[in-house]
């Protein structure tokens, strides 16, 4: 079968279309041919070697973290048939078919493309672990998300609303889709970049500060988030697109009683990822069937632009997911 694989074979990595061998499905799994993907961060961190690609030692590593299909190939049992549509996360989602554990995949919604599974997933099961199983998200809670416009971001204040979070506020470095933001269900957004963010989200919640803050950027904002933070909450790490290391105030830490937990699949066994998605899946399965929770798409490009599409992303020249249509 085709794969979008990382050819190191030259000076630096590079993308390129290959022929490897096509799964072989166990018991327990299914089989889906793919129709769309889409672009995450961690696969440019996987091109640049910083993080581990997925799929056996030795074997061709294969681009993406998720996809979208048709399943073609399942247990009796396994709670699928052939032909139903389906959105998953599964390393190397860029081939024309993959195999995975039959509990991963979660039905697509009737109304959606296979392009809106593929962008959704990720972040669905992302967000949801931060806010819910992380954050101890209680109704009425105060919620910070930092990098809102991201696709994760605009999931993250779509699943906050829903499970009856209080004040939601989106923090942003660029005011281009406030209008966007407020409809996905944001109440207050404020530039991250201003100087007073940590001053404008105490304003902004009365002086009392957040419950939960959902963090995609990392170390710069670390020492702002613990400024910003209510008594007990819980400051949730999940990306570190500005950096990895920020100051933290140990003073401030501990009279707040705050938690700060961070949050990856990359360490996670097949268990708990499995928990991942049932907990999803309890809180959100009525929402999505409903239309109320729906990734916003960018752009879909054919998978071949594979490489230009992970330059866009890298660039910040999207807002919401960039979708790689897999054609045969």
Known sequence: MKAMIIDRSGATPAIRQGDIEPPSRARGQVLIRVQAASVNRADLAVLAGTHAAPGAAGAPAVVGLDAAGTVVEADEDSGFSVG???MTMVGGGLAEYVAIDSRFPVPLPDSWTFEEGAGAIV?????????????????GDAVLINAANSGVGQMAIQIARHLGAGRIIAGVRTHREDALLTTLGADTILNTGSGEFAEQVLDASDGQGVDII?????GPYLADHIK??????????????????????????????VEIIGVTFRTRSLEEKVRIVEAMR??????????????????????????????LVAGNDHLGKVILQVET
């Open 228 to 257: 910003a933070a209510a008594l007990q909450a819980r400051l949730i790490g999940v990306g570190r697109l500005g950096g990895a290391e920020g100051t933290l105030d140990m003073e401030a830490l501990a009279f707040k009683r």
């Open 214 to 218: 959902i963090d995609h950027v990392g």
């Open 282 to 311: 309890e809180d959100l399965d009525n929402a999505l069937a409903a239309g109320k929770l729906k990734p916003r798409i960018d752009r879909v490009l054919p998978w071949t632009e594979v490489r230009s599409a992970q330059t």
């Open 123 to 139: 972040a669905l099961m992302t967000e949801h672990n931060a806010l819910r199983t992380a954050g101890q998200l209680r109704d």
């Open 84 to 86: 139903d549509r389906v």
